[in-house]
């Protein structure tokens, strides 16, 4: 038996939910027979001090401590790092699955490459002495001061034989939330992966080999959810919600036969979603959906590997309307090359979509994350290589957490990686990029204030 102990570390972004993947993991050790603790630092209202999160860890006595890195927030969790020196760290997550040597030069000993859950089990009987390093797949480690990265690991494919991820919920402290009782984890996964090949998107962990869990697995954990929360609204945290037609079906018959009607969103690919498929899903207590666009410039879709079409998208908006499902509409500005054409035609855009759509995404300037294509093909030519650890951090403002239309117009209307200028665009693009950000961010609260107006001041579930 191994004593592990997690932590999500600090991050200028709060994070108001326990982190689903930190669920997933500490119900995989208990079920393996381990003794985990955890802290989400990046909660709010949870210790951020260094000297405090250490004296936490210490009077544990942990064999393994365990910190999550996402690229955008990693020099706070390196600066964590330093503050656990002396501790058997291991790095795992989104960063750490594409980047494992990075961790290795910044005190860890062990980093995890793509999902967690076997192996940091395995990586516990490492540390139990049951077990050799060389033989957990998909660990990076140092070998005698030298970085070595064990084979890959396949993607999870049983999903259904997953330790329940509500087991593990005890172990967030609902003051770290500011709330009294336990907090559930905000999402569901019913599936990992997603099959499309988009160019700017850094789903390296749960990649691109759809897998999916039954119908019946994933009702057991919503009715859990009611039973042990009196829950019955959560999102799907899935890549991609709505592939495979049948499956879709078979999970909608599943959440429509529970005895408490349930509310959901999810995020879905347009091209997977037809009005066939959206009144199962509507049927199934499906409130909102947030789609992927990116662009709509019918070039640059082609060019980013969105595989949609303008007039499709439109086509959704109108299918959700008449269902009455709310839409969020991502979209994003900047792209590398893109031309005051091709930026205009998303602008547009804006006005065409306007009447269907919920709204728009908050923010919405491309920032190229490491090992994705728009990375590899840039980074030289535009000299940004490493621009997460080499330059200061991109200070994202925290969402609005009321629903006060001046705050979300605060947060939604700027971007941090517009005065980054990645993709290096010309100054009178630059200002365009962010009259276009205030555009989007407008759109969004006039469909906002007509949707509270329409329904007497309830806000609508919306997507994140
Ligand atoms: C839901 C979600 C969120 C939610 C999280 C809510 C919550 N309470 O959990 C919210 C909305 C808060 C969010 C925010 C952000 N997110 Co987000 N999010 C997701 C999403 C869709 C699902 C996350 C999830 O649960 N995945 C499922 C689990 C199984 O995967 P996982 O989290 O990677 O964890 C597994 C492994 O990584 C590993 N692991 C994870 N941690 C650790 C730690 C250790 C010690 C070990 C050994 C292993 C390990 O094991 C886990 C289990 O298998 C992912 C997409 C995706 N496919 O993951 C994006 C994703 C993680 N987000 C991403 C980004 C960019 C962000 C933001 C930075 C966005 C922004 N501000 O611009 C913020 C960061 C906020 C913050 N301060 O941390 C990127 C990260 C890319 C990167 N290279 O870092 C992703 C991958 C989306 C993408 N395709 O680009 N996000």
């Known amino acids: 038996m191994a004593r592990v102990f997690l932590v999500n570390p600090p991050s200028p972004e709060p994070v108001r939910t326990p982190l689903l993947s930190f669920c997933h993991l500490a119900a995989a050790l208990r079920a393996g027979g ?4 955890l802290l989400d630092a990046s909660a709010p209202h949870a210790p951020h001090d260094h000297a405090e999160i250490r004296a936490r860890v210490a009077a544990f006595a942990p064999d393994l401590v365990g910190l999550h890195l996402k690229t955008l927030h990693v020099q ?7 503050a656990l020196s002396g501790f058997a760290l291991v790095a795992g997550g989104p960063h750490a699955t594409i980047v494992p040597d990075e961790p290795l030069a910044h005190g860890f000993r062990w980093v995890v490459r793509g999902e967690g859950e076997a192996a940091l089990v395995e990586l516990a009987e490492v540390a139990d002495g049951r077990r050799a390093p060389s033989s957990v797949a998909g660990l990076s480690w140092r070998d005698r001061g030298l970085p070595r990265h064990n084979p890959e690991r396949p993607f999870n494919t049983e999903l259904d034989a997953l330790a329940p991820p509500l087991d593990a919920l005890d172990l967030f402290d609902p003051a770290w939330y500011a709330a009294t009782q336990t907090l559930p984890p905000a999402g569901i996964l019913s599936s990992r992966g ?3 090949a988009c160019t700017f998107c850094s789903n390296d962990v749960t990649g691109r080999r759809f897998r999916y ?10 009715a859990q959810l009611h039973e042990r929360h009196g829950l019955n609204a959560f999102s799907f945290f899935d890549d991609s919600f709505a592939v495979g037609k049948r499956r879709v079906r078979e999970l909608c018959d599943a959440m429509a036969a529970l005895p408490e009607r349930v509310y959901w969103t999810c995020t879905a690919h347009p091209a997977h979603l037809d009005r066939d498929v959206l009144a199962d899903m509507k049927r199934a207590g499906c409130g ?3 789609i992927g666009m990116e662009s709509a410039d019918p070039g640059m879709l082609v060019r980013i590997g969105k595989g949609v079409t303008v007039e499709r998208v439109l086509a ?3 299918w959700c ?8 509409v991502n979209l994003m500005f900047g792209w590398p090359d893109e031309t005051d054409e091709e930026l205009d035609a998303t602008i547009r855009f804006l006005e065409r979509a306007s009447p269907l759509a919920g709204g728009f995404n908050a923010r919405g300037v491309v920032v190229p994350y490491p090992g994705t294509q728009i990375y590899e093909e840039h980074h030289e030519r ?20 009321t629903w006060d239309l001046d705050e979300i117009l605060r947060a939604y209307a700027t971007d941090p990686a517009i005065d980054r200028n990645f993709f290096r665009h010309p100054p009178h693009r630059v200002a365009r990029i962010r009259e276009a950000l205030a555009a989007k961010a407008t759109a969004t609260l006039v469909t906002a204030r007509n949707r509270n107006a329409a329904s007497g001041g309830v806000p609508a579930a919306g997507a994140r």
Do not use: K, N, Q
Not at 76 to 82: D, H, K, R, S, T
Not at 382 to 401: C, D, H, K
């Open 76 to 82: 706070p969790a390196y600066a964590l790092a330093a």
């Open 34 to 37: 381990h003794e985990v603790a």
């Open 316 to 318: 959704v908006l109108g």
């Open 382 to 401: 535009f000299g940004f290589t490493g621009w997460w650890i080499r330059e200061a951090p991109l200070a994202y403002p925290p969402f609005p957490t």
């Open 288 to 290: 909102g959906v947030d």
């Open 321 to 328: 309307a008449e269902l009455g499902i709310h839409t969020v």
């Open 194 to 196: 997603c099959p499309a």
């Open 213 to 222: 869990r039954s119908a019946a697995s994933v009702a057991r954990e919503i």
